[in-house]
């Protein structure tokens, strides 16, 4: 997965305006939200994954908490139908 930056460069931080400030506030927060939007969300449930579960993104992992099944919702087939993939 990929990492976010630990510094941000603003270039010539002496004499930049608040519009430019504004502008690279804007990039930082867009950039920031892209790489968290990438992570999966991880479910823990007492079911599997679900075909009705058409609100959550491909990538995401649903746990198994009885069985211990992991899986990985891999496809929007329709807008009501998901499908998930086994992982273990």
Do not use: C
Request: aromatic share 6%; proline share 3%.
């Amino acid at each position: 997965m990929a990492k976010v930056p630990e510094t941000y460069d603003v270039g010539d931080s002496e004499n930049i305006s608040p519009e430019r400030l504004l502008r690279i506030m804007q990039d930082m927060y867009k950039d920031l939200a892209i790489q968290l939007n990438k992570k999966p969300d991880l479910y823990q449930r007492s079911t599997d994954g679900l075909v009705t579960d058409t609100f959550l993104s491909n990538g995401d992992i649903n746990i198994n908490t009885t069985t211990k099944k992991v899986e990985m919702l891999t496809e929007h087939t329709s807008s009501t139908i998901v499908g998930w993939t086994q992982l273990s």
